[in-house]
């Protein structure tokens, strides 16, 4: 016997890693008119990885205080061999990432792959969402320019406006009642510590129950075609890999013509700038938080903007157990008008939010 046959035989005794590959062959994907959205999770999946090796990678230089962040990354992005590419990989691939989930989770949510016995997978990648926009929050800081501090100044505030937990939740945040070196310590934390942690249980758990599930076909389709279904290992996935090469493409392509910017070291004392946005996922929000009228029936306009988007933070989480029925009757009309609504509204605003000055 080979010597990497005998060290096969001696891991699988250990590790059972042929019942394994014998799970992995015998996957299919269901094979249909709406098979492309099923690469969606994969892609997110993909660039998440990317995140946690360019991420460790920044991790080398990058320093968390007030005097050092702006200067390490300068550093990186002039001196370091590559540093320039990896900021610019992982800044891209965050703001792709957002993108695959937000199409990975309206494509399941159109093809009510929440429904039962999914409602887990469903949760799991509801609170991955908010994971996700953490992520970006936490991370726009680090860098310690002018725009992520007045970004983050006008984000906390926007949490503190909320009636007795904001006051706690903005103080939570920053460390104090200013943004200062305390809030990029914390945030450092929250972005390599704590939000990786909880994620990679999210994910895990996530792609467990997608494993044990198998992936869904939506009701139409179930009551109309004839089931057709695609090998996982190697068809699904060689196809998967034809996407994440792509993917590394266009990361390659946007890092080297569109490095990303670093701008001025953050000067708590200087005026806010001009026009200040935040990161392009939040604008809808943003948004519609401008166009509220400062009193509705006596009450503050800002803040039931916030409990509005609170709320529907929780009808979303909440979905698989409201639409019980999906695919049929005037049920499966309501959500997805629901569903229609959700996406124009974000992209309306979004647009609206972007081209506004
Ligand atoms: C970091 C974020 C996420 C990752 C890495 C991820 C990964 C995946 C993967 C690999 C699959 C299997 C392939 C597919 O159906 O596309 C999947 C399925 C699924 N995901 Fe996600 N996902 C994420 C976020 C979300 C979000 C935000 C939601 C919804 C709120 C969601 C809900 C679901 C559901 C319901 C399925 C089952 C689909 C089916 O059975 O047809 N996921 N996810």
Not at 178 to 207: D, K, S, Y
Not at 325 to 332: A, F, S, W
């Amino acid at each position: 016997m080979k010597k990497i046959d005998s060290l096969f035989l001696w891991l699988d005794e250990r590790l059972g890693i042929q019942s394994i590959f014998k799970m992995a062959k015998k996957k299919e994907v269901p094979l249909h008119r709406h098979s492309i959205w099923y690469y969606f999770g994969g892609m997110t999946l993909f660039l998440f990885t990317v995140q946690v090796a360019t991420g460790i990678l920044l991790l080398l230089y990058y320093r968390p205080s007030a005097e050092g962040a702006f200067e390490s990354v300068q550093f990186i992005i002039t001196e370091v061999q590559f540093g320039w590419l990896i900021r610019s990989v992982h800044s891209w691939s965050a703001n792709l990432l957002i993108a695959a989930l937000f199409i990975h989770m309206f494509s399941v949510y159109f093809m009510s792959a929440y429904r039962a016995p999914r409602e887990i997978t469903w949760i799991t990648g509801a609170l991955l969402l908010f994971i996700s926009i953490g992520f970006g929050f936490s991370g726009y800081l680090l860098p310690w320019n002018k725009l992520a501090f007045f970004a983050t100044k006008v984000g906390t505030e926007i949490a503190g406006v909320v009636p007795i937990i904001g006051h706690p939740i903005l103080r939570f945040l920053r460390g104090g009642d200013e943004v200062t070196g305390a809030t990029l310590t914390r945030f450092f934390g929250f972005h390599v510590a704590v939000l990786p942690a909880i994620a990679t249980v999210l994910i895990g758990t996530h792609v467990l129950l997608v494993q044990m599930h198998g992936m869904s076909v939506p009701p139409k389709i179930e009551e109309t075609e004839e089931p057709k279904t695609m090998k996982f290992v190697p068809n699904f996935l060689l196809r998967d890999l034809i996407g994440w090469i792509l993917a590394v493409g266009v990361l390659a392509a946007l890092a080297a013509i569109f490095p990303w910017e670093l701008g001025e070291k953050a000067d708590a004392f200087a005026s806010a700038p001009a026009g200040i946005k935040p990161e392009w996922y939040f604008l809808f929000m943003f948004q519609t938080l401008k166009y509220l009228p400062a009193k509705i029936f006596a009450l503050d306009g800002e803040v039931l903007g916030i409990l509005g988007f609170g709320l529907g933070g929780l009808f979303w989480v909440l979905v698989p157990f409201l639409n019980k029925t999906p695919g049929h009757g005037r049920r499966k009309l309501v959500f997805n008008v629901i569903g229609i609504f959700i996406v124009v509204f974000i992209i309306v605003m979004t647009i609206v939010g972007y081209v506004s000055s």
